[in-house]
């Protein structure tokens, strides 16, 4: 296609400072670079309280811009561990009134156990988060999909993306898996195509 | 090109290596030679037992092998499955019915060789018993029916449960031709027919007409898909002679107008044709193309959409094909960058270059202005944007734009209606995947706006008409649906998306104007002032995610506002197009003097005026006239950059340039 006019760019907006790689393995005292010991991950793997991984809850709270999460069983804990009710709660100690991001995403899978109610509190948090400054430029967007294993049945792995910064999980997105998982993360996501791709399949359960 | 595709040409100049493993009906005839007096009353006895007669495959075997002793045909090389499978074929020519079938499938199952020689020993069979091409087709065709109607069962319960489960969920799709384009995706091909193609494959070679008068009776894609490999459509060895044939010979799909038929084996022919085009970039995949490989692609990829498009030119409906074919091709254009499209390597390349190619094949079709009823939502403002292609290139003439103008016309009331629907519906697709300002998408929608006679007034009569979507993005829905940020943040991003269409009139304009002093100019400085209060405007009242969009677009404003000034001295500088007076506001002293009070936003505008101009000089005369400190600035963000690196970050490189003109 020819050009119908002169393509004028503008300058490319400047990314913020990237942490270093590393690899996160999951432990009850929020994440280790090492593997934990055997007794380490009976202990875990028998805990009901699986502590997720800290470095992941503190990037969120310092996001400046989005996170974007996908994961279908993010909002669902595994049986025998504690209520979707105490999820949903945990993961919206990530998600402080100062957070300054404003374009929270996450893409997940139905799962009937995982109320109404328990839902209505992200929609209740960003209403409090975009009410917490008195001039805030941009209102806080909490959005829950669920149509992950219906229109793209072909995720496996779970992924975050903080900022610029590509997360990948072995386990539950932030580290709430019990038996023996890694996350690791420092990935430049626009450097992996994850802004596309997340963006694909987001659009997928909407798109006419 | 030659009348071949470009992967099946590659194939061919590779060395075939010959697979012992595998018989060709040579082989079948060769074999026949082992008896010069024709074949025994043993072997005939062997086919009259397999039509007749309950039995197992090892008792089969037993019953071939006296026929091998008896013709002393032990040293023969695998002269025993040879023998099998061709008396296989003999009973399928004696008694052609979907018994005999099921049998020889029975056969087939715990045989290898039988299950892959099948095809080519009926194939000779036929070239010696000419009443067997009869009997074949007649068997292929009962066969087609039992596969159509699931009568006919693999004995495999999951292939039967695939075959009819993927049946089951076409027919409670909506969205079917959208399904086909995407390559009928989730369907695992022709495996789940796999066992029925030796004989589709010899009805193919027997009666290749016949076969597309079959495979037009039905309306399940997946069934077809499976069936086409057969024709060399689709995987392994494609073969474009055949799907020219095929394609001259399948019905009519889309009737006058554009309307789907729900015919399917059109629309699967199309997707061939772009999957073969797809094809050609990895054919030549190479971790660093030369230019001279660049250059193949580009011939490659060229040559073989002309003969697409020519193949489909061809036919008589081919308006109607064209008009529902190439919204999805240039749909796939917009989910790119102009960038990508213009990459050799990334398949908006190869869809762009079908467009262009389809474009210049349209020759004496009259293509329908609008898409039909049946159409997916996406469809209408991608086919518009087809159409604006294929004007701006000379192609047809240019469609009317006050149908496409009357869309954005909302009453308040409109907003939660059909009519308010319908627009969200319409550009949902594009507002998603536009993400260049102002981009290929609001191009191509502005190009008949920017052919009318007053297109700066026509934008700016639009954008006054769009009051009922700034009063959502402000105040929201009345009539609220229980999210009713969706409201606000839909009606900003179909502001944005006006917007951008009005940019974009403004270029297109911009690059025909070669005068401050024409008319054209006047008017494009109205629309440029009303693009620019648009934007004080939106990043007023639009505190959704777009909110950033909106901060940007006054880059694009300020960059555009400098370069297409005429310079004091009257000096025409190269790329500078005259289409602003120095005095004609908003200067970019002005929009500088706007953007003063937030430095993150200030140092982004002048650091695209540094990208896009390299007079300095104007520049720091632009400073001047807004009372600008550079040096004020570039300390101010470096101290914010200090005090919180992430939320205040800076490119380093862009303003180390910025701090040279210090």
Known sequence: MKEFALGIAIAPKAERPFPAREILWGSQEGGQNRF???????????????????????????????????????????????????????????????????????????????????????????????NHVARREKECRIEIR??????????????????????????????????????????????????????EIWNAGVRK | MSEQWPSERRTEEHQMIANTSFKTAQDFLALLNAFPNSLPRAFDDVVIWIVEQDGDLAELERRIA???????LQAYPDSQPLLMTFASAAALAHTPSLHTWGRISAFKYNSWQLAHWLGEAMTAYAKVNSQACHSYVALAREAFVGLDNFS???????INEERSGAWTSWNQRRDKLDEIWWDLRGWHGFMNYEEELPLFQVFYELSPDEFTRTLSCSSNPYLIDALLFVAGIGAFSPRFSEWKRILAAAPVAFEDGGKWNGSVLMPLLLVEARNQLLQVRQIFRTPDPTPDELDGIRQEIADAAEVIAAALAARQDASAIFSRWTPWLMR?????????????????????????????????????????????????????????????????????????????????????????????????????????????????????????PSPGRAWIGLWHDAITLREIVEFGD??????????????????????RIGLAIFDQGAAQCSSSRSPEAESLVDLYKALASATCEMREIDSTLNHDEWLSVVQHLTVRRMIWEQPSSGESEPGNFQVFKPDDTPT?????????????????????????????SRLKANLNSASISLSDIVRSIRRLNQFHPRKYPIDENQLQKLEAHC
Request: with cysteine; glycine share 6%.
């Open chain 1, 36 to 130: 934990p010991t055997s007794t380490a991950a009976w202990e875990r793997k028998y805990s009901s309280d699986p502590v997720p991984l800290q470095k992941f809850g503190k990037a969120v709270a310092d996001a400046q811009e989005r996170v974007w999460i996908v994961d279908e069983y993010l909002l669902m804990p595994d049986k025998g561990k504690l209520s979707p009710t105490d999820r949903v709660d945990k993961i919206l100690t990530w998600l402080p009134l100062w957070l300054a991001a404003s374009d929270i995403r996450l893409l997940t899978k139905r799962h009937q156990e995982v109320g109404e109610d328990d839902l209505k509190k992200f929609q209740q948090r960003a209403r409090a988060i975009s």
């Open chain 1, 146 to 199: 669920t149509h992950l294993t219906r229109e793209c049945d072909f995720i496996h792995d779970r992924f975050a993306i903080v900022d610029d910064e590509l997360w990948h999980f072995g386990g539950t997105a932030g580290g709430f898996h019990a038996a023996v998982s890694a996350a690791s993360r420092g990935w430049r996501a626009a450097d992996h195509g994850a802004f596309d791709f997340f963006e």
């Open chain 2, 66 to 72: 006296s026929v091998v002793d008896a013709a002393n």
């Open chain 2, 152 to 158: 006919l069962q693999s004995k495999s319960v999951r």
């Open chain 2, 332 to 452: 796939q254009v917009l989910s790119h960058t102009s960038k990508n499209v213009a990459d050799v390597t990334s398949s908006a390349f190869a869809d762009d270059a079908l467009i262009d190619a389809i474009g210049r094949n349209l020759g004496s079709c009259a293509l329908p202005q609008t898409t039909p009823e049946d159409a997916a939502s996406w469809e209408s403002w991608c086919y518009r944007c087809t159409l604006s292609s294929f004007a701006y290139n000379g192609h047809i003439p240019v469609s009317a734009w006050e149908d496409f103008g009357n869309e954005w016309r909302l009453a308040p009331e409109d907003w939660a209606d059909r009519k308010g629907l319908l627009l969200r519906e319409h550009a949902s697709l594009i507002t998603t995947l536009n993400k260049e300002t102002p981009g290929i998408a609001a191009n191509a929608l502005a190009y008949p706006i920017v052919q009318s």
């Open chain 2, 478 to 499: 009345s009539d609220a649906t229980p999210d009713e940020y969706s409201s606000r943040s839909d009606a900003g991003r179909l502001l944005l998306l006006l917007f």
């Open chain 2, 588 to 616: 970019v002293g002005d929009l500088l003097t706007e953007a003063k009070g937030n430095v993150i936003e200030l140092v982004a505008i002048l650091q695209s005026l540094l990208l896009n101009s390299p007079n300095v």
